[in-house]
């Protein structure tokens, strides 16, 4: 019964052809996670027309098999193609250009889409929509940290030890220096909202301090440490958006999403104590507290609903991708 269940894109192809002319082509994007829907979801929403709509879910309909291995070769077993696609996190395998098996799957394949960016996790803490994440958080649009300046010169601090980690990793040398290694030196630890240069300065002499650790390790290296940094440039990181290609998960949970609820907090402080000193009366301040309260959201929701990301240059590529596909890659269902 459960093999039964089994999609595969010959048979969305068929089954497409069976609806008649008004009926719309059914492409199947496969995810990671459950986590994964949502953003797809949001991804492809624009692409959806009369002719055509998407369903995303997860690799398989009998199993609860996840993952991105997982999702990518359920598309490929099953015939992936005009009517099945894989829309998987870049992680490593987009700055490892082809050097793994999993790379070449991932940048080479035209039905397996990347985030370009290292996870869905990075573009949920796109700098730039940080703002946002935090008025839709409180309702409270005044603007008390400098999302973007932050991650910037955060990201020119971790920019070295990056690529020295990429490096290893391409070199397949990564247990000299693992991503774990690198994100427990690049974690900010306590976060002072008046003082935002303590952690920074804290952090550049961490970086500092492992840096020259694994130069003295590999010196050899510097001339492909020098030729790697002009090639992560072609592929779009630069020492000032650094923060876009670390581990997601760790840059969500112990960098971005601490110090936007540290944000959200003073705004939240500074809403409340503005009802208290405008209230003409007890019953007046208890009510408009009330409704303040109740209308508040959790910010690290917010941010996993944030599109600020839809600005960045990272995510135009993954909807540049996204329409050769839907140009050279598909055609609508053919009829008898």
């Known amino acids: 019964m459960a093999s039964s269940l089994k999609i595969s894109s010959g048979y969305l192809g068929a089954a497409n052809a069976l609806h008649g002319k008004k009926a719309k082509q059914r492409i199947v994007a496969y995810v990671e996670s459950y986590d ?90 796109y700098a730039k929509g940080l703002h946002n994440v935090c008025v839709m958080a409180t309702l409270n649009d005044h603007a008390i940290f400098d999302f973007v300046g932050f991650l910037t010169r955060y990201s020119e601090i971790i920019f070295p030890l990056f690529v020295w980690n990429v490096l290893l990793y391409r070199r397949h040398q990564y247990h000299d220096f693992t ?24 952090l550049e002499r961490k970086v500092g301090t492992r840096i020259a650790e ?65 209230a003409c009366h007890v019953t007046q301040r208890q009510n408009e507290l009330a409704a303040y309260q109740h209308s508040q959201n959790d910010s690290s929701q917010m941010m996993k609903k944030s599109t600020g990301y839809f600005r960045s240059t990272q995510f135009r590529k993954l909807q540049a991708d996204i329409e050769d596909f839907l140009e050279n890659h598909t055609s609508p269902p053919t009829y008898q």
């Not at 949502?38 to 995303?56: G, K, P």
């Open 36 to 125: 994964d829907v949502l953003f797809w979801r949001t991804v492809l929403n624009d692409y959806e027309d009369d002719t055509r709509y998407f369903e995303v879910m997860l690799p398989t309909r009998d199993t609860l098999s996840k993952g991105k291995k997982k999702a990518i070769m359920s598309m490929l077993v099953e015939g992936g193609g005009k009517n099945m696609i894989a829309c998987v996190d870049a992680d490593y395998d987009y700055l490892l250009q082809g050097i793994t098996e999993s790379s070449r799957a991932v940048i080479d394949c035209p039905y397996v889409f990347h985030t370009y960016v290292y996870a869905i996790e990075n573009y949920q803490c």
């Open 179 to 202: 991503m774990t290694d690198m994100n427990v030196v690049i974690e900010i630890g306590r976060f002072p909202l008046n003082n935002p240069q303590e952690p920074l300065e804290k």
């Open 214 to 278: 694994v130069r003295k390790m590999h010196q050899g290296l510097r001339k492909e440490y020098e030729a790697l940094v002009a090639e992560l440039a072609t592929l779009g990181v630069t020492p000032q958006n650094t923060y876009l290609y670390v581990q997601g998960h760790h840059l969500f949970d112990n960098v971005v999403a601490p110090i936007v609820g540290r944000v959200c907090e003073r705004l939240r402080m500074e809403r409340e104590n503005e009802i208290r000193q405008k």
